[in-house]
């Protein structure tokens, strides 16, 4: 499976972005797909999660502000930014196909996100 990230782009604090993650194939059969964020310096972290059947995971710092969602008919996952805060500012890439807890065997090619104050 090939993913091809986009959306990324420069916005205010406060401000909304929608990331997307176009799928090569189906997504229908993929159980878990995720988006993932690395912010210069830092480690790589786990933005949010959702399964096929639409249950979702939300890191800590994310809650009540991202939402994750998939769309099986345009093989897409998206990813819904809102109240962006400068520590959002990271390089944001999608995952499919979880082979643990935190590891993904697919992944795209990342989308910068900046957020400034």
């Known amino acids: 499976v090939q993913l091809q990230a986009s959306g990324g782009g420069s916005v205010q604090a406060g401000g909304s972005l929608r990331l997307s993650c176009v799928a090569s194939?189906?997504?229908?059969?993929?159980?878990?797909m995720a988006w993932f964020r690395q912010a210069p310096g830092k480690q790589r972290e786990l933005v949010a999660s959702?399964?096929?059947?639409?249950?979702?995971k939300y890191g800590d710092s994310v809650k009540g502000r991202f939402e994750i969602s998939r769309d099986h008919s345009k093989n897409t996952l998206f990813l819904q930014m809102n109240s962006a805060k400068p520590e959002d500012t990271a390089v944001y890439y999608c995952?499919?196909?979880?082979?643990?807890?935190?590891?993904?065997?697919?992944w795209g090619q990342g989308t910068l996100v900046t957020v400034s104050s």
């Open positions: 194939l189906s997504i229908i059969s993929i159980n878990h």
């Open positions: 959702v399964t096929s059947g639409g249950m979702t």
């Open positions: 995952a499919a196909q979880r082979s643990g807890p935190y590891e993904y065997i697919y």
